[in-house]
Nanobody, 123 residues
Framework: QGQLVESGGGLLQVGDALRLSCQAS????????MAWFRQIAGKEREFVIGISRGGSQPWYAQPGVERFVVSRDNAKGTMTLQTNSLKPEDSAVYYCAAGYTFGSKLISSFKWWGQGTQVTVSS
């Protein structure tokens, strides 16, 4: 069974750029559709963005709203999340997740999860 570890969170300022990484180990990374979720304090975990196994097809929380950028390197077993110009409402714990269902935004579709990394955006 694989393991996922997120990194790159911390205390950032409004307007800063964000770059998070997810390192996978223990499995065949290219077998999995990957995604980022986040959980804002007091709210349910929500889908942010996903990326296909081959890395060529992202899918978004809201079609046409492409505020976040996702990429993956299957040779290295890594996935990244980037966005420019953070807002206070982006403060959350960000999780990477692996599953088998392309295009899904459901928590239940993802079988393996990282422990999460906290992102706090200060104004």
């Amino acid at each position: 069974q694989g393991q996922l570890v997120e990194s790159g969170g911390g205390l950032l300022q409004v307007g800063d750029a964000l770059r998070l990484s997810c390192q996978a180990s223990g499995g065949t990374f290219s077998d999995y559709e990957m995604a980022w979720f986040r959980q804002i304090a007091g709210k349910e975990r929500e889908f942010v963005i996903g990326i296909s196994r081959g890395g060529s097809q992202p899918w978004y929380a809201q079609p046409g709203v492409e505020r976040f950028v996702v990429s993956r390197d299957n040779a290295k077993g890594t996935m990244t999340l980037q966005t420019n110009s953070l807002k206070p409402e982006d403060s959350a714990v960000y999780y990477c997740a692996a599953g088998y269902t392309f295009g899904s935004k459901l928590i239940s579709s993802f079988k393996w999860w990282g422990q999460g990394t906290q992102v706090t955006v200060s104004s």
